[in-house]
């Protein structure tokens, strides 16, 4: 059994956000699961975290590319094996035992993509929400060969990586609307990871479906949407406004009809304009 504790890779800087995190802001029924080391699944709006002796052993969400998604998208692992692994489980996560108990994975390559895949899920699922979450008691989750993860420790890095694309660029529209170019002739001049971002804005794609399309973590996607926003190269595209009200006593005109003595006076000036 494998049981990591695996530290943000920032720091949270401002101490006050430390502290709402210790007092459970981002979701008090979570925090005492995991005080009364609970084992079941924890459904939210944006997603579902599950808890195996109150750690997060797995996060899914459909904001986010799922852990099969990470592993097959860069050659990691060929996709008809993680089909097939899916067939005979239950869960991504027992897919992933699967592989690694049949060798097919490197060990240290899954529990990469599985953290990667956790705290990229769990991000989704700790966001604000306006429906409360519900917990189902259940003995399926369970601490095995792959990490898993303290609520304190997810909960941390929800909130510095809330922190940090709030630095990047305050506005969150382009993180769920179809995206447009901004500038076209700026494109050649940014990091080839952010081109690769770049190169898919058409105006119908959203960053989440880029993250999917690129194999890679939502919310990296995320970072690099708004870098790119505050670079001024995409925008999030225009929501169209409503047409503003007639004037109260406005009464439109009647629909324009025309009538057999109209068509023939047409013919009349046609022909005599023919005759000229």
Excluded at 162 to 189: E, F, K, M, T, V
Excluded at 234 to 252: N, R, S, W, Y
């Amino acid at each position: 059994m494998t049981v990591v504790d695996i530290p943000p890779p920032l720091p949270v800087r401002d101490r006050s956000d430390q502290r709402d995190v210790a007092a459970g802001a981002l979701s008090p029924m979570l925090r005492r699961l995991a005080e009364e080391e609970a084992t079941g699944v924890l459904v939210r709006e944006h997603g579902t975290l599950y808890l195996a002796q109150g750690r997060v052993v797995h996060a899914e969400s459909p904001l986010a590319p799922g852990l099969g998604v990470l592993l097959t998208a860069h050659g990691t692992l060929a996709a008809t094996a993680w089909r097939r692994a899916t067939e005979h489980s239950t869960s991504p996560a027992d897919a992933a035992r699967l592989l690694l108990d049949a060798g097919l994975l490197p060990e240290g390559a899954l529990e990469l993509c599985h953290l990667d895949a956790l705290y990229d899920a769990g991000y989704f699922a700790l966001a604000p929400s306006s429906t409360p979450g519900r917990f189902r008691y259940d003995g399926a989750p369970r601490l095995g060969p792959l990490p898993s993860v303290p609520v304190v420790s997810l909960e941390r890095e929800t909130l510095r990586r809330r922190l940090l694309l709030h630095r990047l660029w305050p506005d969150p529209a382009a993180d769920s609307a179809p995206l447009i170019r901004a500038d076209p002739a700026g494109a050649a001049q940014v990091p080839p990871r952010r081109r690769a971002v770049l190169e898919r804005v058409d105006g119908a794609r959203t960053a989440l479906r880029i993250a999917h399309d690129l194999g890679r973590q939502a919310f990296h996607t995320l970072v690099d949407v708004r870098r790119l926003t505050a670079d001024g190269l995409l925008a999030p595209m225009p929501v169209p406004t409503a047409p503003d009200p007639p004037p109260a006593g406005f009464h439109p005109p009647a629909p324009l009809t025309v009538t057999d003595p109209d068509i023939a006076l047409l013919k009349r000036l046609r022909n005599a304009l023919e005759a000229l």
